[in-house]
């Protein structure tokens, strides 16, 4: 596995120019089912010296929902071990746009995560460090994620290059809202149908 390369964002950044960019929905790296795997068990031996250990992923502001069966459920809080949905809007140019709406062709893409994508993403609410969700990801999938340091980074790493998370050096502290069922203002998303699947209702001390 070719190791990533991280980018972080100071706390100090003003966060509308660092989330101002619209997430682009087409983008062909975005591929986040299968990263967090692997089939050899590794102990988290080492974790104090990886350069993310005491850095904080965060999600940005996207629509996402729960939806199904708790699978894992860590008894965390914001955690809840069920699968998550994402809702992101497809960028369409003036031509493709008209293109678009004359063939009535979807506006958003609609992304479910795995399970450990799932969790990963439920975790990584601006208040635990790397370190700190390493250890609740090892617990929970054991050597299926291993080597979890590594796995967790690449994930993190991916879904950062889709615009969908951040690492920033201090606790987010509600600086902008990450909870579930919010359109972010720069984007735009149909009406759900009355008999969708999706639940965004808070969990008790969840971070909005």
């Known amino acids: 596995m070719v190791s990533p390369q991280f980018y972080t964002t100071r706390s100090n950044h003003s966060h509308g120019s ?44 996207v629509w996402w929902a729960r ?15 069920r699968r998550i949905v ?48 390493c250890q609740v990801m090892n617990e929970m999938f054991r050597e299926t994620i291993a080597p979890v340091m590594q796995r967790t980074a690449a994930a993190i790493q991916q879904m950062m290059n889709n615009n969908l998370m951040l690492v920033i050096e201090e606790p987010l502290l509600g600086r902008w809202f990450i909870g579930p069922g919010k359109t972010p203002e720069h984007q735009v998303l149909d009406e759900l149908p009355d008999d969708h699947a999706y639940d965004w209702s808070l969990m008790e001390n969840e971070t909005p």
């Open 67 to 81: 939806t199904g069966d708790v699978h894992k459920d860590p008894n965390l809080r914001g955690v809840s071990g």
């Open 86 to 133: 994402l809702r992101i809007p497809k960028q369409f140019g003036r031509i493709e746009g008209k293109i678009a709406s004359i063939l009535r062709a979807p506006r958003e893409l609609r992304r479910p995560l795995d399970g450990m994508n799932s969790m990963l993403w439920e975790l990584a609410d601006g208040s635990r460090t790397f370190g700190e969700i």
């Open 18 to 61: 660092t989330l101002g960019n619209s997430l682009d929905a087409n983008a062909s790296g975005m591929d986040l089912d299968g990263i967090l795997s692997g089939d050899t068990m590794e102990e988290l031996a080492g974790i104090e010296h990886h350069p993310l250990v005491n850095q904080y992923p965060c999600r940005t502001p």
